[in-house]
């Protein structure tokens, strides 16, 4: 074969590697890259001398035992492919092959760096184990991980096309450690009809600009480039979650906005999540007493996390009062309710040993004045009763919007069942208006008994400095927050539809017709084709009462609904999970490689259940080296130590 004026192999070029197998002399056989690359080149000043020179040279490639060799794998090449060829050629060497694969599975998995492998290989070399010569380095671990994900991802990605079903698509932005813009991607999908939609990590995109354009573009090419196409994505793509910022939901150029005009059918959806978070913020903002109960909060925040001091005697009062201590952080900031709630629980479970602390910091003569005065006043703000009032009405609340949020956060969430619960949730808080929480009745029988977990509680007209939470008050603008945030008038019509088609309770008679219209509307909207069949099943589940599904085409319209997401928590949770293996040590880890750790980390199978037969037949049918291959021997790093060091080790 000849190419802009060189010449190669036909022959060479298309087997490229002969494997471990073929020796010659003791001399393991490989075929010249010039051949298999094209770059062969005649010699000579005329053309006779240049042509006599290309015949010597495919004289004596074509006697080569190289060449030869590679004929004999052309010839045992069945009708399938050549892969099989050569990966039954390397049959003997996929064992040992396969322990170096698990040990850097195992280091993706548990978040190790790369450079432990060849500690974990020399361990398992101690221990007796063959690991072979080669596949030893840290190098090689992560072209091996990289291996791995990908082979990992298009496996998904062609169950994800051969299910047929509507997909969704969950992004966030975020930076590193290593001070890069990321693009997190997550596909909601189903892959199994015994299941429904399930969220999964796919990529990790190096943002090299933050506009709604260049993200747009990165997610298209991420999409594209991992088998999703065009029209694939005409036919299948759903719904898009984000966080809500402005470059991603904005009304004119947002990435949302961009991309509808090329998908017609896709629906934007802003998370539940973020939503809450919003709301609580609007409520505070309408209930400015609520201010004064986290500057306080924050106060002890900073009083414990700043000073171990502190945090020792605050340790010592518990252990006097046999209270229960727990870590006291800041409430209504970045971090979502749940955090807040642990903050103020933490206040409400070490209210004793608070106390004790405050009075005894206030008589230390070992501080100064300023220091003494600032404990007893935060003792007076203690033993007040509107700050216990404040702080059980807070406890309550956020105990109510925590365990919404994790409900919402849950991978099995549908749109139907998160509005369902919103709704139970703003008429629990129309309820606590009158009534109030647990909490806040507790708070209400220590007024009344004047303590509290043994402290003595004090009426004062200003409350040490505490203004009260007017309860009706907060608890409306909760209500009214969560209603105009999370169930907005915009994504009314569609949630309708949902929930008269597929509703939590089903009234004792129903219409013969009832939620047909509504199903027809659903079915243009999330891309399932409606037929008699589904109608016919449709009215089985409705005469079940909701009990029996009714059908495989029911099933697959339930599943193409569920598909819709409704929080992007799994972006906030792998973003976690990004700074877990980026560490402080570990920061010139490329992006690509990132992605690959997250990926086999969060989505691989556990190591009991792991086969990684498959991966390596692929990495040895790619002209990649087995662990078994002829290299050169490794030579082990010498361990530098003083003398006395090395005459301790021997006494040991």
Sequence with gaps: MAKDGNLGCSVCSRVKSLGPDEVSAGIRLKLANEWTTTAIQPYGNTRDKMLT???????????????????????????????????????????????????????????????????????????????????????????????ISQQM?????????????????????????????????????????????????????????????SIVDSLLSCLNSHGLTHSFLQDHWLGLATDGASVMLGRKAGVYVMLKAKYNQLIGWHCLNHRLELSVHDAVKLCTEVNHFKIFMDKLYTLYSVSPKNRRYLEECAADVGGELLKIGKI?????????????????????SLYGHFTSASEDVHLDSKERAQFNGLAKKLASVQFLLNLALMLDALEELKDLSEALQADDITVYRAVRMIGRQIEVFEYRKSQGGTAYSAAENAIAESSFHGVGLVHTSRGGGTVAINRAQFYQALADSMQSRLLPEAEQPIVQAIQTVLPGTWAASLPPEYGEPQLKELCSKFGVPYSSELKQQYREYKQSKGC????????????????????????????????????????????????????????????????PTAYVKSWLAAGRHAATDMGKTKKEKEVRAGPGQVAIWKVM
């Design 53 to 147: 020179s290309l015949r010597k040279k495919i004289h004596s490639h074509s006697d080569s035992d190289s060449h030869k060799s590679a004929l004999k794998v052309m010839s045992k090449a069945n009708s399938d492919t050549l892969k099989k060829t050569i990966v039954e050629q390397q049959r003997p060497h996929v064992s040992c092959t396969t322990k170096v694969f698990r040990t850097i599975y195992y280091i993706a998995k548990q978040n190790r760096p790369y450079l432990a492998h060849t500690h974990l290989v020399q361990l398992q070399e101690l221990n007796g184990i063959d690991m072979g010569r080669m596949l030893h380095s840290n190098v090689v671990a992560a072209d091996i991980c990289e291996h």
């Design 153 to 213: 991802r298009r496996k998904l990605i062609s169950a994800i096309i051969a299910a047929g079903l509507p997909i969704s698509v969950l992004i966030d932005e975020s930076t590193s450690l290593s001070h890069k813009s990321c693009l997190i991607v997550y596909i909601r999908c189903s892959v199994d009809d015994s299941v429904g939609p399930v969220t999964v990590f796919l990529d990790l995109l190096e943002l090299s600009s933050l506009s709604a354009e």
């Design 332 to 352: 209504l900031d970045v971090r979502w309710v749940a955090s807040s709630y642990r903050a103020v629980k933490a206040v409400w479970v070490s209210y004793s």
């Design 548 to 611: 029996d599904m009714g059908g495989a085409v029911m099933k697959r319209f339930v599943f193409a609904v569920d598909t819709l997401p409704v929080s992007t928590a799994a972006c906030e949770r792998g973003f976690s999970r990004m700074n877990v293996i980026c560490s402080a040590l570990r920061t010139r880890l490329s992006i690509a490689h990132l992605s690959s750790l997250m990926f086999v980390g969060m989505e691989g199978p556990p190591m009991s259940s792991f086969n």
